[in-house]
């Protein structure tokens, strides 16, 4: 079998995108073939004109909060004044919620990012004789809430050519509709910078559409006028930023805001008017970040004490848990495990969930296979939501078992897929551009990675502050190199070992050199 060149790396990676139709902004689809869009616009205008109070409703997730900016700063581009509400997700629950309701007594609401399932609170606005408008990209459910437009591309009769676009996208194109209808002057590119960090934050595919907009938006972070968005470029001296800067830099901090204490403290960053603005905002974001982490480490070690590895997926509970770090850890025992993971926290008797999966499955439709036990839930194809009281928790993990129980191990769990076997002599910085080249990478459209068998082990080390990354020196085929894995402290290896690898860009003091990272040791 021939190895990976830069020559066949090259012919690989651009086959991934030969049939984009979107592949320039130009030919991006249009706002208008969105279901009720024209509705939506129309009683926007409306509003505007009957000076009526126009109120958004956020989600406190990275999605959430973008969307929200993104409408604040469109509609101060175009002097409309609008209030703001993004919930507390330890006050309020999620979304639009009949608590949020009763925060608003007149107008007009617009849901960015939720909504498509909040029925209840859709019933009281009715009551109150508000009329509501829904942009959201959740999967739509059984019963749809009352509302005046919904502009939602999961609909089933919306003939939106790109369906798997995140809230921020949905909010966008409105914006784009609302510009259409009032004819101004906006120039709706400048906020590519602010869509390339939810499209990533929310892990939509990484494809057609998408793939175009988070290309340029990158560019545009890089040159970004926003306060926010210059302070994070400061602290992250990088040439070109790629989808991993967004993954697990800029996102981490934005979504500690919602997870640990408030959203409003990412929302107010990313509006900041002022360095000084932006640099307190960032240190407030820093310190429930690291917060975030500890309290993650100690819940996933509970929880990965609990877990039962005969089950079919991971479903254990804690009593108090945090709820704003148990998705986190739902993602890295579903990764630990190879297996879709639920994870629970206890209080006065309500246990709230979050679902994780990297699987062939839809964790949606399992989940609705309990709906006659569950006090709600929501979400898509691999993230969900879902409460239900404490005594039917047992249940809950019976039923999702069964359910589980003839899936084959491969649709539990999405091995990625390796380029093939990487000739380790022909990694040098040329091989990286081409990497480089085709970024942003991400689900459906992953960043190469690479086979290495048969290499020795030359001698290892555990390096970090908390000695818990290991770093192996290699010999391939007598090209000896060094490849780091992180949060491993196994050192008991075999001499001879079959990795799987992926290659970045190691920048340090100005120098770059190719870096390996071992994302797998067969």
Request: with cysteine; aromatic share 8%; net charge negative.
């Amino acid at each position: 079998m021939s190895k990976i060149t830069k020559t066949r790396l090259f012919e690989l990676l651009s086959a991934r995108h030969r049939n984009n139709p979107y592949s320039r902004l130009a030919n991006i689809p249009s706002p208008d073939n969105f279901k009720d869009i024209k509705k939506a616009t129309s009683r926007i205008k409306q509003a505007i004109i009957e000076n009526e109070t126009i109120t958004i409703v956020g989600d406190y997730d990275v999605d959430g909060v973008v969307s929200t900016t993104i409408m604040l700063d469109f509609f101060e581009k175009i002097n409309i004044k609008v209030n703001h509400i993004i919930p507390n997700r330890f006050v309020h629950g999620y979304g639009l919620s009949p608590k949020i309701v009763d925060m608003i007594d007149s107008g007009l609401v617009i849901t960015v990012d939720n909504g498509i399932s909040a029925y209840n609170a859709s019933v009281k606005l009715q009551e109150k004789g508000i009329d509501l408008i829904i942009t959201d990209h959740h999967t739509v459910g059984e019963q749809l809430p009352i509302a005046h437009a919904i502009v939602n591309p999961k609909q089933h009769d919306c003939n939106f050519e790109f369906k798997d676009i995140c809230g921020a996208q949905v909010a966008w194109y409105l914006c784009a509709a609302i510009k259409k209808e009032l004819n101004l002057e906006v120039n709706m590119g400048e906020f590519l910078d602010l869509l390339c960090v939810a499209i990533i934050a929310d892990i939509m595919p990484m494809t057609a559409l998408n793939y175009t907009m988070v290309k340029q938006g990158l560019k545009k972070l890089k040159t970004s006028k926003r306060q926010a968005f210059k302070k994070l470029n400061e602290i992250m001296p990088k040439q070109v930023l790629v989808s991993d800067d967004i993954g697990f830099f800029i996102a981490p901090k934005l979504n500690s805001a919602g997870r640990m204490d408030d959203a409003s403290v990412a929302l107010e960053f990313l509006l900041s008017k002022t360095p000084f603005e932006a640099d307190e905002g960032l240190g407030l974001l820093e310190e429930l970040n690291n917060f975030r982490k500890s309290l993650q480490e100690e819940i996933s070690k509970k929880a990965d004490q609990k877990t039962n590895s005969e089950d079919k997926a991971v479903v254990v509970w804690g009593e108090a848990w945090h709820e704003g770090v148990i998705g986190i850890v739902a993602s890295k025992l579903s990764n630990a495990y190879k297996k879709p993971a639920f994870i629970f926290s206890v209080n006065n008797g309500i246990a709230k969930g979050s679902a994780r999966a990297n699987a062939d499955i839809n964790l949606y439709d399992i989940i609705s296979k309990a709906s006659h036990i569950l006090l709600g839930f929501g979400g898509h194809k691999n993230a969900a939501g879902l409460s239900l009281k404490e005594e039917n928790l047992e249940e809950f993990k019976t039923i999702i078992n069964q359910e589980l129980a003839n899936a084959k191990k491969e649709d539990l769990h999405i091995e990625p897929i390796t380029l093939g076997e990487l000739d380790v002599q022909s990694v040098d910085l040329e091989f990286l551009s081409i990497i480089e080249q085709f970024e942003p990478y991400g689900l459906e459209n992953h960043r190469p990675i690479f086979k290495l068998t048969n290499t020795q082990l030359v001698k290892y080390d555990l390096i970090g502050k908390d000695k818990n990354h290991l770093k192996l020196t290699l010999n391939s085929d007598g090209v000896i190199f060094e490849a780091l894995k992180f949060n491993d402290d196994n050192t008991n290896l075999p001499t001879n070992l079959d990795l799987i690898v992926s290659v970045s860009k190691n920048e340090f003091r100005g120098e770059v050199t190719p870096q390996f990272l071992i994302q797998d040791i067969l």
